[in-house]
């Protein structure tokens, strides 16, 4: 398998249900923040409501999160207040090193964890790299950094090679 290619590349988290983690074998989710769950650099804790419901509702059924966020700490506290789980900002993704701290504050094996982010040369390569089953999702905005939106393009063509003919 290369470690640039997603097992799962979905529309939305939301998609992420018990049933489906269930059918993975998955009992923990490490979760980036930007674009993933919030749009980059929002504060706007209305805007995410649907995603702080999807949260609860997923940790009443048993389900392990974890932030892991290359955003700055004080971002990723912020967010980590309303998500109402634990994490960490300036993760240094995609270092393996980074992956197994969080798997082991789950108190999981990388197997039973998924990674869940919006970028393939740190989420998907980070998380293949640690033995995670790895979900890709489209970002919700296109509104990121600079060397973000060089990465983009890399990423359409990585992507592309697998079948996925996917534009942010």
Same mark, same amino acid.
């Given at each position: 398998?290369?470690?640039?290619?997603?097992?799962?590349?979905?529309?939305?988290?939301?998609?992420?249900?018990?049933?489906?983690?269930?059918?993975?074998?998955?009992?923990?989710?490490?979760?980036?923040?930007?674009?993933?769950?919030?749009?980059?650099?929002?504060?706007?804790?209305?805007?995410?409501?649907?995603?702080?419901?999807?949260?609860?509702?997923?940790?009443?059924?048993?389900?392990? =999160?974890?932030?892991?966020?290359?955003?700055?700490?004080?971002?990723?506290?912020?967010?980590?207040?309303?998500?109402?789980?634990?994490?960490?900002? =300036?993760?240094?993704?995609?270092?393996?090193?980074?992956?197994?701290?969080?798997?082991?504050?789950?108190? @999981?094996?990388?197997?039973?964890?998924?990674?869940?982010?919006?970028?393939?040369?740190?989420?998907?390569?980070?998380?293949?790299?640690?033995?995670?089953?790895?979900? @890709?999702?489209?970002?919700?905005?296109?509104?990121?950094? *600079?060397?973000?939106?060089?990465?983009?393009? @890399?990423?359409?063509?990585?992507?592309?090679?697998?079948?996925?003919?996917?534009? *942010?």
């Amino acid at each position: 398998m290369s470690m640039l290619r997603p097992q799962d590349v979905i529309d939305h988290v939301t998609e992420i249900t018990p049933e489906f983690l269930a059918r993975r074998g998955l009992r923990g989710l490490l979760l980036d923040l930007d674009n993933t769950l919030v749009p980059y650099g929002s504060y706007e804790k209305d805007g995410a409501d649907r995603v702080m419901r999807w949260a609860r509702d997923l940790k009443l059924a048993g389900i392990r =999160l974890y932030l892991l966020s290359n955003a700055t700490g004080s971002r990723a506290g912020y967010w980590l207040e309303h998500l109402g789980f634990q994490g960490v900002g =300036l993760a240094g993704k995609p270092n393996p090193r980074a992956f197994r701290r969080a798997i082991g504050a789950l108190n @999981l094996r990388p197997e039973q964890v998924g990674m869940v982010g919006d970028q393939v040369f740190t989420d998907v390569l980070g998380g293949n790299l640690s033995g995670m089953h790895t979900i @890709l999702v489209r970002p919700l905005v296109s509104n990121s950094l *600079p060397h973000t939106r060089v990465a983009r393009r @890399l990423e359409r063509a990585v992507l592309k090679r697998y079948g996925h003919d996917w534009r *942010p």
